[in-house]
């Protein structure tokens, strides 16, 4: 009578007369892979190599800690700050600047504060190439912004959507992922406390010697550990600025260390001229 055997873990299962070989090599497959499809594969303790393109951030720090070294394109990133409309445009004005130098357009959906087109100028950015749709209530922003990543009519797409809810993000990264250009979505701090599908996650603050402080939420490989300070001197300013308020912490310290050797000198006390309390001194 035959008896059939079987195995609880399938580690121990022995391989099959028909299997095919093990994967060997460094790839771990039998023959090397087509460039398309290794650069799809990703190994979890590497920074990923996304297939799109990608748009240089600017800033050589930033670059070396992104995937493919900038802004993904044909993808959603997250840029969250306690309040909006305070460094938007300083973390994104290098690349914008690229963008409009080849004559595209950056188009802005529902901005907080109307932009600066002075400051702007300052940037490097030709109003001219600056699209802005004042868009009030979040539904009339979700639904611009996602007419516009299917029309696919922007160098650079930015929006500020601080009420999106984590299933109008995933339907906003799949459309992206027919857009050519980066789709930046400005929200709040307190989101990154909330699950998104946008693949590349930072949140940034503003630095006391004029520089952003990012630390990556998430992206495509290892965790990021520490922030990053990225220089970025508002526009208009870097010529006006003399070396010593180039470091404004650098005078808050001086005047710390001046406050405290003055309550010091306050808390010892000098040497008092008068004589001590007690019987006259004597008459001659």
Known sequence: MAISLS???GENTPPSPQSPPPP???HRWPVPLPHAVESAI???????????????????????????????CQSLTEVLQVQPSVLEWRLLAPAMRELVA??????????????????LRHLGLDERQLVWINADKPVERLWATEQLIKANAAG???SWLPQARQEQIRRLQVCAQSCDGPVILCRPAAAAHEASAAPLRLQARLGVDWELHVHLLKRKGPPHEGELRLPSIPGGLEAVLTPRLRYPS??????????????????????????PSGRPAAAH
């Open 7 to 9: 195995w609880a873990d």
């Open 24 to 26: 060997t090599g460094p």
């Open 42 to 72: 990703w190994r979890g303790d590497a920074l990923g190599s996304p297939v799109t393109t990608t748009l240089g951030t600017g800033f050589e720090a930033l670059d070396a800690e992104l995937p493919g070294n900038g802004w993904p």
């Open 102 to 119: 080849q004559g595209k357009q950056i188009v802005v959906v529902g901005p907080p504060k109307a932009p600066h087109l002075p400051g």
């Open 156 to 158: 650079m797409l930015v």
């Open 250 to 275: 650098r005078l808050i310290a001086a005047r710390k260390s001046q406050d405290l050797s003055r309550e010091l000198s306050h808390a010892v006390g000098s040497p008092s001229s008068r004589q």
